[in-house]
């Protein structure tokens, strides 16, 4: 597990060990990162905070590019872009791989009620929605309080109706109100289908007040059976509501043109520091921090997830710039890996953990940065007992940017789940989420809505802790010991 101990370290700890076992040192835990180390970690602290990069590059890839859903012409642009991007930063290595999927093309949608009165709603198909028949489909409205209240229902209620399901997401510094609201996103046109609905209209899944609707990927697997499935923005969630609450029958007509596609494959786009081990070794350990290259097919993807495109490639730029002027690699090779196709399903992940799940060993941890630009407030590691201490330390050098905190548990981002399966250690840099879920998924996710100042820290947070993992003394641990 520990693959990477340098005998100058060994020997430190060792010395560490003698006064502590003596009972001569009380105060404090060892630090176990060399002084030059944490110089250098303070530098890249300093470095981050006054430098543009990450909002530099967010702001060329949402305004270059715009925005990114996979499968589309711009997903092969995004693809271009970051590689073309890596390459002019000088990194030592840059490649790319493939991701296959099967991908889903937006064409129109239209939600409107049409009994009592005749209004248009405003409204977003969900990812990989099939189309209504021609003209759409007009029907009485059936409400549901939650995807559990739908799921419990009758198939009598629902046959032949427009089901809408009307819960709402809580806000949240965490973005824990997400994981209740998204299951009759999820779930609601599988279980649509099995009832007979003739659609599913959800609230969105959002904190906003604006009047736009959320889209996102609904779950399902190869041999589900969906029906047409929209958000609905939540002003126009509560105006149908209060409809509903009324005597008279309401109405509602469902349009949606949109297609289900054969295979594409995209690329995970890859660039790496190398280590000052050998980097062709194959035991060559790597600290791997992550985001998704691409996006919905709305607004230009700046929160979800150029801006953490733009985080982690400032945090390794700021590295190997330093490296570079000081002559010293950092122990471990660091790697920057921008996933394919994230939001309708994981692939680049997946494609990922099936490239490399057999060498998880070699990446001594991972962190992806996928929850826009809010502020860094806390930690989590999911890593073996012994490495607890470089964690704390690690947190210790992050206190000063505002990082209050670190727990055991929690992941290392969406992209890295599927690898994280086999036991790969993980550590999160929790951002502050309050206002995420305004944007997320909608026309309204665009750059103006990144906070420059935020990002900085950002970069200093990820700058920090990726230096000072390639420079641990001990591994993070892998495979079983960190499997649930
Ligand atoms: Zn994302
Ligand atoms: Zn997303």
Redesign the pocket.
């Known amino acids: 597990m520990i693959r990477f101990s340098p005998l100058a370290r060994s020997a430190r700890a060792a010395l560490l060990s003698i006064p502590a076992a003596l009972g001569l040192v009380s105060f404090a835990l060892a630090q176990p990162f060399d002084a030059a180390d944490l110089d250098v970690a303070r530098e890249l602290r300093e470095q981050a905070l006054a430098s543009d990069l990450a909002y530099e590059i967010t702001a060329d890839l949402t305004t270059r590019v715009g925005n990114r859903l996979a499968g589309s012409e711009n997903d092969a642009r995004a693809v271009e872009w970051a590689v073309e991007m890596f390459e002019s930063m000088g990194f030592d290595r840059v490649w790319t791989e493939p991701a296959t999927f099967p991908y889903w093309t937006r064409e129109t949608e239209r939600v409107s009620i049409v009994a009592p009165t005749e209004q248009e709603l405003v409204a977003i198909a969900l990812g990989f929605s099939p189309a209504t028949p021609d003209g759409g489909v007009e029907a009485e409205v059936v409400m549901f309080d939650d995807l559990d209240d739908f799921e419990a229902a009758s198939p009598d209620s629902v046959e032949g109706r427009i089901v809408f399901i009307r819960s709402r997401m809580e806000r949240a510094r965490d973005g824990s109100g997400y994981g209740p609201a998204v299951q009759k996103r999820a779930r609601g046109s599988v279980v649509g289908a099995e009832k007979g609905a003739a659609a599913v209209v959800i609230r969105s899944v959002g904190t906003s007040t604006d009047r736009f609707a959320h889209t ?1 990927m609904m779950r399902f697997t190869a041999g589900s059976r969906l029906v047409p499935a929209a958000a609905i923005s939540n002003p126009d969630a509560d105006q149908l509501e209060r409809l509903m609450t009324g005597d008279a029958a309401v109405r509602m007509r469902v349009e949606i043109e949109a297609s289900v596609n054969e295979t594409y494959t995209s690329r995970n786009v890859i660039a790496q520091i190398d280590g000052a081990a050998d980097p062709e070794s194959i035991d060559a350990p790597i600290v791997a921090i992550g985001a998704h290259l691409d996006s ?1 097919d709305v607004g230009t993807g700046a929160l ?2 150029a801006a953490g495109v733009g985080i982690v490639t400032a945090a390794a730029r700021l590295i190997m710039e330093h490296a570079d002027e000081h002559g010293a690699r950092p122990d471990r090779s660091i790697q920057v890996i921008l996933f394919a196709a ?2 309708i399903g994981l692939w680049g992940g997946r494609a990922w953990a099936d490239a490399h799940g057999d060498e998880v060993e070699r990446y001594l941890v991972a962190s992806e940065s996928d929850f826009g630009a809010g502020r860094i407030y806390a930690m989590t590691a999911r890593v073996a007992d012994e490495a607890m201490p470089v964690i704390e330390a690690i947190q210790a050098e992050l206190a000063p940017l505002g990082v209050e905190s670190v727990e055991r548990g929690g992941g290392a981002g969406p992209d890295f789940t599927p690898m994280l399966a086999r036991g790969l250690a993980a550590v999160r840099l929790r951002q502050d989420g309050s206002k995420y879920f305004d944007y ?2 909608t026309e309204n996710d665009t750059l103006d809505k990144v906070d420059p100042e935020a990002m900085k820290q950002n970069v200093a947070a990820f700058a920090v802790f990726t230096w000072l993992a390639a420079q641990s003394p001990v591994g993070f641990g892998s495979g079983p010991e960190l499997l649930d």
Do not use: P, S, V
Request: proline share 0%; charged share 50%.
């Open positions: 996102g919905w979800d997830d994230e939001e997320h998924h």
